[in-house]
């Protein structure tokens, strides 16, 4: 069974920059393409998760969302079994549970098939 667990969140600043990875388990790790989803506090349990970014087996096509494409960067390192994202100029409405996701599928939108358990990121204004 795969498993997904998510680090590197944290309480910052407006305009600062943080890094989070993801570590797969249970599984060959370039078989999934990997993906970064949020969910933002408040809202109702059992709600959709926002897409952020994605990144297929190779980590040479990726996906981002509106809101966070040029200043989030996703990445893979498939010699460490390791998913980052790179998040710069961070805003208060990134403040969300940032949950890594895994799939065996590669498409336009992205769709997660397994799911972390997330990590809390939290940006004051």
């Known amino acids: 069974q795969v498993q997904l667990v998510e680090s590197g969140g944290g309480f910052l600043q407006a305009g600062n920059s943080l890094s989070l990875s993801c570590a797969l388990s249970g599984g060959t790790f370039d078989d999934y393409a990997m993906g970064w989803y949020r969910q933002a506090p408040g809202q109702a349990p059992g709600s959709v998760r926002e897409f952020v970014a994605a990144v297929n087996w190779y980590g040479d096509k990726q996906q981002y969302a509106d809101s966070v494409n040029g200043r989030f960067t996703i990445v893979r390192d498939n010699a460490r079994n390791t998913l980052y994202l790179q998040m710069k100029s961070l805003r208060p409405e990134d403040t969300a549970m940032y949950y890594c996701?895994?799939?065996?599928?590669?498409?336009?939108?992205?769709?997660?098939?397994?799911w972390g358990m997330g990590t809390q990121v939290t940006v004051s204004s």
């Open positions: 996701a895994a799939s065996t599928r590669w498409e336009y939108p992205y769709q997660a098939t397994f």
